[in-house]
């Protein structure tokens, strides 16, 4: 027992003195004056073990302990083990702490995100956001994170209603809220436009002249207020906890967007994943929450997005976003069933960092350049190569395996289905159907129809088109089922964004499909 309680206060000695010198003191006294030589080289120990708790003891030094525990009273030594589990406790949570610290390590993904974040941190060094996000992370693995609230079973409407709330004196005909008219029903939506974007038909295949680049730099703006990097250490630790997929990579920035009576031209610069992850995506959850809870105040979106003005002012903010497209595939009659268009939406799965458990469009991504920024910069670019990620199984292109490759979307490279697709482009159309901001995070969004009329494309690859790991599952719904298309819009279960771009894309399918097309009455328009 003497023995054993030695090797403990080797490791816990430090403490036990430091917390109780008079009893050391009396239990120093309780020793013949031989040892009190040896308790005194046990006391100059001390310094040291502070610096290497895990030393070896001389043989003096433990034969000084084992007579201290030996002749100590029955409460010295209950006070000595309660010191010795509190140890215990301490070392287990250092170790803890550790361990999350080298997981961070090994997320080099996270590391830029995380020194932008210390640079913006107003108290600078006093707040190590590395460490912090460590320690978040142990926090959520105990059941102590706070993630936010999910979109699971909160109705689309709500989100909405919230977010007019929040804007309404801004609001007008000339630039205001999309509704969807199915029917005789209005579906009201968190996205604004101006009039004229809902008449957009550009063709998205086509060359760049539309869309532009130009590097005028980081966004002109303040540091982030304390609210905002606090969230976003807690969406790092979330992220780091529960090992969400995370890529800091470039991604294309709005810089200005008008209708030059033709078609719609864009502008764009360049700014990254990572600071988007970290500020204008934690709206999201911050709108989830307040539904939740009937939150008034809606603190990150007074700091990041706090007007309409705010939302229009792309000089001094980073807004991303991308295209989102309603992909449509002609098929034969087959079964007692006529000639349609197979129409795929997806419902989000849980790893996603945005719309989780959300109903949506498919593909949908963010508009970003894969080998050159100024040959990559048109939107369509985008939506073909999310085509080959998310239908057509090109599992490179969402990997660091793109980062080494000289043109990932080379010839060779293509996937059989889209291959074929570029070879025959009478077989197919991508064409722009609006365009829009998304109240929830500030994005872009570039809506689409995507619509394969060659019935020989889904006779040949139609088992082979399938949804990535972004996609929790597809629903399949004919052009043909007009109650089903109409039940499927009245969802709650819609992102703002992915209802938008599907009613869009059913009202521009019924305009060259008609044939093919049996869908609920749909058009979009601007209301103050």
Known sequence: MARECARAMMATVTEWAAADAVCLQQAMRMTNEAFAVRIGIATRTVAKWRANPGMRLSLDVQQALDTLMRQADSETVERFRAVRLGRRDEDAEASERAKWAQALRRRPQLHGVISWLQSQDPDGAGRDVFDRVAHTALEHSRGGGHAGAGANGIDRQAVADVLVAHYADELSAEFGLVALCVGERTLQTSLVAEPVWLTVRDDLRGGCERHTFDDPGAAARSRLHVEVIDAAVARLGTILAERVRFADAPLYRLLDVWHDGVGLRMSFGLTSFGRYAVTADLLEAETLAAVATRARRLVLREALLPTIAAVRDLGRRDCVGGPLGLVAFARPARRGRSSDYLLLVQERGERVLNAE?????????????????????????????????????????????????????????????????????????????????????????????????????????????????????????????????????????????????????????????????????????VEG
Do not use: Y
């Open 357 to 525: 458990g959300r109903l949506s469009v498919i593909p949908k991504c963010f508009h970003q350049p894969m080998v050159e920024v100024r040959e990559d910069v048109h939107v369509g670019l985008s939506l073909v190569r999310e085509l080959e990620e998310e239908l057509f199984g090109r599992d490179e292109l969402e990997t660091e395996v793109v980062a080494r490759l000289a043109d990932p979307m080379h010839e060779s490279r293509l996937s059989a289905p889209m291959r074929w697709l570029l070879d025959r482009p009478q077989a197919w159309s991508a064409e722009q159907t609006g365009f829009g901001f998304n109240l929830v995070s500030g994005n872009f969004e570039v809506p689409a129809l995507v619509a394969v009329h060659d019935e020989e494309f889904w006779e040949r690859f139609g088992g082979a088109v399938q949804a990535n790991w972004e996609a929790q599952r597809l629903i399949r719904i004919s052009s043909l089922d007009e109650a089903g298309l109409e039940r499927l819009l009245a969802s709650a279960a819609w992102s703002d964004e992915g209802l938008v771009a599907f009613g869009l894309g059913l009202e521009r399918l019924a305009a060259v499909g008609s044939d093919r097309v049996a869908a609920p009455d749909v058009r979009a328009k």
